[in-house]
């Protein structure tokens, strides 16, 4: 339920990058963890027994400059400089933006908690969090249908990294029922299509131990 985790997942996906994944629980600081990423912070890539490359827009631009470079017209990065520009806003927007005002609070209340001992901050959800986190996410829903409404993609003409980190991040909240579909039509027609994409079909056919999506979740055509 890592939403940088699932970004960087889709983006591999996208170029055909097969990733092998470790489940890291992160409350738990893990002292081998605490050595590859001393932020105790996801996701962290580790290629051909290489340093760790550590965050989530830093691990998307190592892929693009690895794999997208050489992509051609499938790149996931804009050639000209400005329209890389709103790519990375956009990207950043919603892999630390959105997470540091909706994703991490509602994961770590609804699910996180439910893993976590009380040394490690387990127990009841706190309902405050969850509603102040749901009151950020219609802003950002709204902006997402705003973006959706006046671009093709929400960067721009074509599809690019920003989506795959938009939906990463909305996919977390959608499984989670959290998500008003109904408000933003516009929106919920750019995630259909984001969500068709192959690379997005191993993030749809997973679940959570104890907590089952809602059930439109898996659902394309919702």
Known sequence: ????????RLLAGEYGEKLDL????????RREFLAMNPAATLPVLIEDDGPPI????????????????????????PEKPIERAEVRRLTEWFVEKFDQEVTRYLVRERIFKLEMSKEDGGGSPDASAIRAARTNSRHHLRYVG?????????????????????????????????????????AKEWYSRIKSRPSFRPLLSEKVRGVPPVRHYADLDF
């Open 54 to 77: 550590v965050g989530g827009v830093i691990v998307g631009e190592y892929i693009d400059e690895t794999r997208g470079v050489f992509s051609r017209d499938k790149r996931l990065m």
């Open 146 to 186: 705003w973006l959706a409404e006046n671009r093709n993609w929400l960067a721009g003409s074509r599809m690019s990294q920003a989506d795959l980190a938009a939906a990463a991040a909305l996919s977390v909240l959608d499984y989670l029922g959290e998500i008003p579909w109904e408000n933003e039509p516009a």
């Open 1 to 8: 339920m890592s939403a940088t985790s699932r970004y960087i």
């Open 22 to 29: 470790v489940e890291e629980k992160p409350w738990e600081r």
